[in-house]
Antibody
Framework: EVQLLESGGGLVQPGGSLRLSCAASGFTFTSYAMTWVRQAPGKGLEWVSGISGSGGTDTYYADSVKGRFTISRDNSKNTLWLQMNSLRGEDTAIYYC?????????????WGQGTLVTVSS | DIQMTQSPSSLSAFVGDRVTITCRASQSINTYLNWYQQKAGKAPKLLIYGASSLQSGVPSRFSGSGSGTDFTLTISSLQPEDFVTYYCQQSDSTPLTFGGGTKVEIK
């Protein structure tokens, strides 16, 4: 059974940093691209970032987070991260870790339960 | 970036009705179009991928069609559990943008 368990969310002041983690199990982690998607309170879904199965520099970002967020993965630990710096109020959202069907340009077939990030003073 | 526009943003219907939701891309995305269903307080669920392929376990009352820039999600006979929110997403190029969502409400 595929499981994705996010952690690391919480309350942070504007300008601060937070690192989200996603522990994956139930599938061959290195074979699949992974994604972060967020949802602001009462709003729609926003694709944030993606990384290929091999990781490294094969990473992609939404314009709204480029230069502030960094996605990475450790295939030996089946773990995905999202380092978020220079946080703003508009980054407040539930952040979902998600597994892609296959490569980077593929739909999402499994989602975590989400972790809430609140950016406020 | 490719913009995805869903319409309507909300609709009201009866149980048993046939409903159609439309998604339009700002440029051609071939058939790289996916549909998700999201219940309140839950993570989304993949319904349709590649514009028309039904994800495993999804009821056959859901269907998708389209190519290029115009796509539709059709629910042939609404069931009580279908009154939730639906999103389209393009997977042609990064960022893999979502539509704004369509909330289906019971009439």
């Amino acid at each position: 059974e595929v499981q994705l368990l996010e952690s690391g969310g919480g309350l942070v002041q504007p300008g601060g940093s937070l690192r989200l983690s996603c522990a994956a199990s139930g599938f061959t982690f290195t074979s699949y691209a992974m994604t972060w998607v967020r949802q602001a309170p009462g709003k729609g879904l926003e694709w944030v970032s993606g990384i290929s199965g091999s990781g490294g520099t094969d990473t992609y970002y939404a314009d709204s987070v480029k230069g502030r967020f960094t996605i990475s993965r450790d295939n030996s630990k089946n773990t995905l991260w999202l380092q978020m710096n220079s946080l703003r109020g508009e980054d407040t959202a539930i952040y979902y870790c998600a597994k892609s069907f296959g490569g980077t340009y593929s739909p999402i077939d499994y989602w975590g339960q989400g972790t809430l990030v609140t950016v406020s003073s | 970036d490719i913009q995805m526009t869903q319409s309507p943003s909300s609709l009201s219907a009866f149980v048993g009705d046939r409903v159609t939701i439309t998604c339009r891309a700002s440029q051609s995305i071939n058939t790289y179009l996916n549909w998700y269903q999201q219940k309140a307080g839950k993570a989304p669920k993949l319904l349709i991928y590649g514009a028309s392929s039904l994800q495993s376990g999804v009821p056959s009352r859901f269907s998708g069609s389209g190519s290029g820039t115009d796509f539709t999600l059709t629910i042939s006979s609404l069931q009580p559990e279908d009154f939730v929110t639906y999103y389209c997403q393009q997977s042609d190029s990064t960022p893999l943008t979502f539509g704004g969502g369509t909330k289906v409400e019971i009439k």
